[in-house]
């Protein structure tokens, strides 16, 4: 089926509005009445990570970072005067326009510290966001991106090279330090993409926060935006806010007031003396795969267009 082009309601139908998230004003397309008969049961990762190429809409991103997708993904070009993406056999260099703007911003940063050229950039999105086939929970709104921790000082690697080649662990101590990887560089880097107003969150492992906690001497507004989090430690996670008049994009509350820094010192208390387990806490539930039924119905027409 071809796009569904927005002629004059927004929504074709009551039934068309029943998803808890904002609908399309503008974009290109409008939410669909049904799921079509192929993609209903279907794993929503099977279906976005068959595509190969963005969908010719205008950009948009539909529902929340963990559960959404998006239309009009542009392609982070694979190399550049300051970045590079890695992982190419994945095809997860797509974004929304103002997350690739963002992330040239912040490489031309980089660039400036000491012993880096620029950014090496991990996963972005999917071309048309969603579920991914492996890995990550989110990143299917094109509003997520994952910025290496090794500095990248050779911008001329060749797709066999990004296959093969890691990045480098700054944690010590299961994160509740930086071990000798970690430098003022970083530091500076981490500021830069939390200074930006386009982004909402970065994800960092607990002892990088503490540390730029301690060492931060000027302003330190920009701190609230870190947040420790486990992993993260071979690369951090920023999150874009959503796009300005972005009707169908689902923000995430914004962080507690204040610096968070005694927040990320409880985390390290934690990693190094750990609690005892809760022996009333509920057993985890197994995660279910998400289906076209979980998205916005905006997701059904993004995947329809050829």
Not at 145 to 150: S, T, V, Y
Request: glycine content about 8%; overall charge positive.
């Amino acid at each position: 089926m071809g796009r569904i082009v927005i002629t004059a309601a927004l929504c074709l139908g009551l039934a068309a509005c029943m998803q808890p998230e904002p609908e399309a004003e503008a974009t290109g397309i409008v939410s669909s009445q049904s799921i079509p008969a192929a993609m209903q049961g279907v794993h929503a990762k099977q279906l976005f990570g068959a595509q190969g190429q963005g969908s010719e809409h205008a950009p948009a991103a539909y529902g929340s970072y963990a559960k959404g997708c998006i239309a009009g993904a542009v392609a982070l070009p694979e190399t550049g005067p300051t970045w590079q993406a890695m992982r190419l056999s994945r095809n997860r260099n797509w974004g929304h326009p103002e997350t690739i703007d963002l992330l040239q911003d912040l490489s031309r940063k980089a660039a400036a510290q000491p012993g880096w050229s620029g950014i090496y950039l991990g996963d972005i999105s999917q071309p048309r966001g969603g579920p991914m086939l492996s890995g990550h929970r989110s990143h299917q709104m094109g509003l997520d991106a994952d910025i290496w921790l090794r500095p990248a000082d050779n911008l001329a690697l060749d797709r066999t090279a990004r296959e093969n080649i890691s990045s480098i662990s700054m944690r010590r101590a299961n994160g509740a330090y930086t071990n000798g990887n970690w430098t003022r560089a970083h530091h500076e880097i981490v500021k830069a993409a939390a200074q930006d107003p386009r982004t909402a969150r970065i994800f960092i492992f607990p002892g990088a926060k503490v540390r730029m906690c301690k060492e931060e001497t000027g302003d330190r507004a920009w701190l609230r935006k870190v947040r420790p989090w486990w992993g993260h430690h071979y690369h951090f996670h920023v999150r874009l806010n959503c796009p300005d008049n972005a009707k169908g994009c689902v923000e995430q509350a914004a962080p507690p007031p204040g610096d968070g820094c005694a927040e990320a010192e409880q985390w390290v208390r934690n990693i190094l003396n750990p609690p005892p387990p809760d022996p009333d806490a509920p057993k985890p539930k197994p995660r279910r795969e998400l289906t076209m039924e979980d998205l916005p119905r905006q997701c059904v027409a993004v995947l329809q267009d050829q």
